[in-house]
């Protein structure tokens, strides 16, 4: 009896170990499972189009909907990126698109929708953008007029409350708009970090 112990003892020790050296050498599979990135396919063909960093779309989309398509906020913003009608009505406007604000369900138009939204707010900042050296500063620009509207961050720029960037973000006066450009950065940095090599390096 006290053998059968000693080898069950031994099993169940051979198999944690077997999966800590499985969980070391598979780090970025874990990572890919616990912080997932679904529809890559729209992500990257939107990012493409609209000349964007993939994983500031990818993780937009994770702070705003958690990946759920059909998500419907309290004040009306739709889909994964959690755009309002009256947003995307514009877009379709200025863009010269079709009316599309019956589709912000769909994925696809959602997220086209909403990267070229982001390319917007990044030509309104470009001047600011180009003077900052550090990828979050830029990032923290754009989230924050994303969560904020570009009419905020802009008083905020012309009065010098805030100065744009992410070393300074305790100075914007909305606590939902630190938080959020805290989280955006937060899940690029997990999403570049663990999904990099299998979008830039080979066919996925």
Known sequence: MFFAFFRKKRVFALLFISLVVLLFYSNDWLGRWIYPIHYQKEIRLASSQNTLDPFLVSAIIRVESNFESDKVSSKGAIGLMQLMPDTAEWIANVSGSENITD????????????????????????????????????????AAAYNAGPGNVNKWL?????????????????GETRHYVQRIIYYYKKHERYYSEIWYNRES
Do not use: H
């Not at 994925?107 to 070229?116: E, K």
């Not at 012309?158 to 909305?174: A, C, K, M, Y």
């Open 103 to 142: 589709r912000m369900t769909t994925p696809d138009v959602n997220i086209q929708v909403g990267a070229w939204y982001i390319s917007s707010l990044q030509k309104q900042f470009e001047q600011r953008i180009a003077k900052m050296d550090s990828k979050e500063d830029r990032i923290a620009l754009v």
């Open 158 to 174: 012309e009065n010098g409350t805030w100065d744009g960037s992410f070393t300074e973000l305790s100075l914007v006066p909305f």
